[in-house]
């Protein structure tokens, strides 16, 4: 089976629910670990790379942030 692939902003929902009642996360950070943002609370946590994918129901859509503006995070 083909890893997965992960880029910045991509928005993901995870088979289990975080404390918050959320379902739904970003990739803010890419390497052996995954940092991922809650959407609902902004919590993050790292998780292994096998751990992500394992727990990965589907991929979101992105969505647009408005360009130019390096401060357009949350």
């Given at each position: 089976?083909?890893?997965?692939?992960?880029?910045?902003?991509?928005?993901l929902?995870?088979?289990?629910?975080h404390?918050?009642?959320?379902?739904?996360?970003?990739?803010?950070?890419?390497g052996?670990?995954?940092?991922?943002?809650?959407?609902?609370?902004?919590?993050?946590v790292?998780?292994?790379?096998?751990?992500?994918?394992?727990?990965?129901?589907?991929?979101l859509?992105?969505?647009?942030?408005?360009?130019?503006?390096?401060?357009?995070?949350?």
């Amino acid at each position: 089976m083909q890893p997965m692939q992960f880029e910045l902003g991509d928005r993901l929902r995870l088979r289990k629910q975080h404390p918050c009642g959320n379902f739904d996360w970003e990739v803010v950070r890419l390497g052996a670990d995954i940092g991922l943002r809650c959407e609902k609370c902004g919590r993050r946590v790292l998780l292994p790379r096998s751990e992500v994918e394992r727990r990965t129901k589907q991929k979101l859509p992105r969505i647009a942030k408005p360009e130019g503006d390096p401060f357009a995070e949350e």
